[in-house]
């Protein structure tokens, strides 16, 4: 079950941003309903949605980021720049 978890906040991710959507546009007509057909009624819900969304993204991000190392340590490639650092500045 912990292997899919990620994916399953993954994929509630969306109900998630929907219920922020709402009530980040509850929120903004509550306080200020001159600004229902502002840039403001935009972009205040989508902030909320996307706070409400990061808590089940960021696992699955983790994850994919972390078999991205996995790869590159795998291949050969380092994973950082240490080894040009351990050389020293540029020769000409």
Do not use: W
Request: include cysteine; aromatic fraction near 6%.
């Amino acid at each position: 079950m912990k292997r899919r978890l990620p994916t399953i906040l993954a994929i509630l991710s969306l109900p998630a941003g929907l219920l922020g959507y709402g009530v980040g546009a509850f929120l903004v007509r509550a306080i200020l309903p001159e600004a229902a057909d502002g840039i403001v009624m935009l972009f205040v819900p989508v902030l909320v949605a996307g706070l409400f969304m990061a808590p089940c993204l960021v696992p699955f991000l983790d994850r994919k980021a972390k078999a991205d190392l996995a790869a590159q340590e795998a291949a050969g490639a380092p994973a950082t720049n240490q080894a040009a650092e351990a050389e020293g500045p540029p020769k000409r």
